[in-house]
Structures are given as C-alpha cells and as structure tokens.
C-alpha cells in the first residue's frame, strides 16, 4: 500500500530537548516537503526537498533542521524546541513537486512543547 | 510574501445545493493552483488542480482560475453532508516546490 508514515504521532517534550520525527514513503517519490499547521495561521512550508541531499526552505524554516540522506526518509529536527513550536506536523510526497496525480500527505503529528 | 486568502467560514449549504469556495492571491507569476479537503482530524487530500485561466470539472467539483483577477475558486454541486469539511487553497508561485496556502474555509452541507 502507497503511503507516507510519520512518528511518532503525538509527542509532548520540553523547551530544549532535542527531537525528530520521522517521515519514511514507500512510493520512490523524489520530492518531499514538512508542514506545520496552526489554528488561524493554516498549512505553512518548513521545508521542502527535490531530491536525495537537495533541501531548500520553505516559509517558516526557522528553528527546524532537515535532512535527505535516502530517498525514502525526510527527518524533521526540532534541535531546541520552544513553545511556539507547538502544532500539527504533516509530511508530503509527490513524484513531482506537488504533482496533481500522486501525492500524499502523512497522517501528521501533534507536537506539545511545554 | 505570496499570500493566499480565503474566507474562513464557516459556510453552510443545505444538501444538493451547490456550495462556492472562493480564494484570492497576490503572486501575479503564480502558474498553478490547488485545493485540498481536509476532514477534522486527518491530513489533507488533494481534490484538484488547476493552472489554464477557465473551468476544470471533475465529478461535482468545478475549479475555476482568473489570472486578470488573481482569482481561483471551487464549485460543488449536488452537495452532500461528506463533504463537510475544510477547503484550502494553495498557491504554487512558478516553481511548483513551494507550495502557500491560504487559512482554509470550512464547509458544512446540512441534511
């Protein structure tokens, strides 16, 4: 089955403890991007990456670190989290940037920072 | 920035009617626009994608995109109460790697 998972699905840490969530698709897909999304802001880009070690910014990069080592996997790394880095967290992948016959979207994860 | 702005709702149609969602965005360059359903609890789901200035029909859903304007929009007809939920319109600019979103608009369809 065609999917993107993400762990862990809830998480809730301390200011200043490192974390990372996993992202992992099993399609082969080249292009994958992290999301956050909060009440009355909506689905903002953290990251996106075109490709194996190929990683750009998105809107709201700032104290979040990525990395694409394989195909598959796109970690996000919280290396000091804060409160406001409390949200919903969604990886994507596509064939193509944002193609409109094959993506997918994780089922996200509820990060509490307190 | 590139904003993207939709009314936020809540918009309430009865069943069967036909409900109108409308987005706006700033990038003049944007090429290409997509909307997402998103149910209350889960992940968002692409429903359609449009970049040609006119209509695009799919099933019930109709996407309409107004460059001169700066206006994308999704039309549903025979609405039924699965389709509740929230539609987010997203901006891809020229690139297509970098997706903004607007704030969503969330649908009800009463019986």
């Known amino acids: 089955e065609a999917q993107v998972t993400q762990n862990p699905r809830y998480l809730i840490t301390v200011t200043g403890k490192k974390l990372t969530v996993t992202c992992s698709q099993n399609m082969n897909h080249e292009y994958m991007s992290w999301y956050r999304q909060d009440p009355g802001l909506g689905l903002r880009q953290i990251y996106y990456s075109m490709n194996v070690e190929v990683t750009d910014k998105g809107d709201v990069p700032e104290g979040y670190k990525v990395s694409r080592k394989e195909k598959r996997n796109f970690p996000l790394i919280l290396e000091s989290p804060s409160p406001n880095q409390t949200s919903l967290y969604f990886c994507?992948?596509?064939?193509?940037?944002?193609?409109?016959?094959?993506?997918?979207f994780g089922p996200g994860t509820r990060l509490t920072v307190l | 920035q590139k904003e993207v702005e939709q009314n936020s709702g809540p918009l309430s149609v009865p069943e069967g009617a036909i409900a109108s969602l409308n987005c706006t965005y700033s990038d003049r360059g944007s090429q290409s626009f997509f909307w997402y359903r998103q149910y209350s609890g889960k992940s968002p789901e692409l429903i359609m994608f449009?970049?040609?200035?006119g209509d695009k029909e799919d099933g019930r859903f109709t996407a309409q995109l107004n460059k001169a304007s700066q206006y994308v929009s999704l039309l549903i007809r025979d609405s039924q109460p699965s389709d509740s939920a929230t539609y987010l319109c997203a901006d891809s600019g020229g690139s297509n790697y970098k997706l903004t979103f607007g704030k969503g608009t969330l649908l009800t369809v009463n019986p």
């Open positions: 994507a992948s596509s064939s193509v940037p944002n193609s409109y016959n094959e993506q997918f």
């Open positions: 449009i970049y040609s200035n």
